[in-house]
């Protein structure tokens, strides 16, 4: 199994509090990326990063911001939680081998419930 | 723009079956890659195959097969026997040059005995 870890698991937390998901991978591939992922809706992307500093916002980006400080870490933040933004959210990592994409290896998911 | 249409929410079979979970996309690239990921009751998102826009050819992997034709533009994936062990959310996606995965919806599979 690809070498990702997402902490916390699970979390409940109120509305209007700051919360921070982390994300945590061991095999140093650039690309990393968060979803959420919510019934009807399948996996949407909130934001993603292609090295160290460097990230940019997917379709579902709105109330998030992300950090990328190292290779082996990319953090997620809810700045003021809201009940929308309950949902199951999973980290991936991805690489290029030669020019070419990798598959994407996904972490255990976390999920958030905002009361 | 890209798109991936996986247009049958759910199927149900009976075990021994052999189903086919439909894929289409859309794409202006001219190389990108497409994958299907499983998706079990327990929650993880599992890997199980990426082609690359110039490899037409289908691949078999036990119990599993994919048929990949850029004429219609598709990428279908069938399960022969299925078995219960089987039942799960199939997602297809698609990367192409802005190296985001595209998503489908998902088929929800439920194989039963």
């Given amino acids: 199994d690809a070498g990702i870890t997402q902490s916390p698991r699970h979390k409940v937390t109120e509305t209007g509090t700051p919360v921070t998901l982390r994300c945590h991978q061991t095999e140093n591939h650039r690309y990393m990326y968060w979803y959420r992922q919510d019934p009807g809706h399948g996996l949407r992307l909130i934001h993603y990063s292609y090295g160290v500093k460097d990230t940019d916002k997917g379709e579902v980006s709105d109330g998030y911001s992300v950090s990328r400080s190292k290779t082996e870490d990319f953090l997620l933040t809810l700045e003021s939680a809201t009940s929308s933004q309950t949902s199951v959210y999973f980290c991936a990592i991805s690489d290029r081998d030669r020019g070419r994409n990798t598959e994407a290896f996904f972490g255990q998911g976390t999920r958030l419930t905002v009361v | ?113």
């Fill in chain 2, 1 to 113: 723009a890209q798109k991936v249409t996986q247009a049958q929410t759910e199927i149900s079979v009976v075990e021994k079956e052999d189903v086919t979970l439909d894929c289409v996309y859309e794409t202006r690239d001219t190389t990108y890659y497409l994958f299907w990921y499983k998706q079990p009751p327990s929650g993880e998102l599992v890997f199980l195959i990426r082609r690359n826009s110039f490899d037409e050819q289908n691949e078999i992997s036990g119990r599993y097969s994919w048929n990949f034709q850029k004429s219609t533009s598709s990428f279908n994936f069938t399960i022969t026997a299925s078995q219960v062990v089987d039942s799960a959310v199939y997602f297809c996606a698609l990367s192409g040059n802005n190296r985001k995965l595209i998503w489908g919806l998902g088929t929800s599979l439920a194989v039963n005995p």
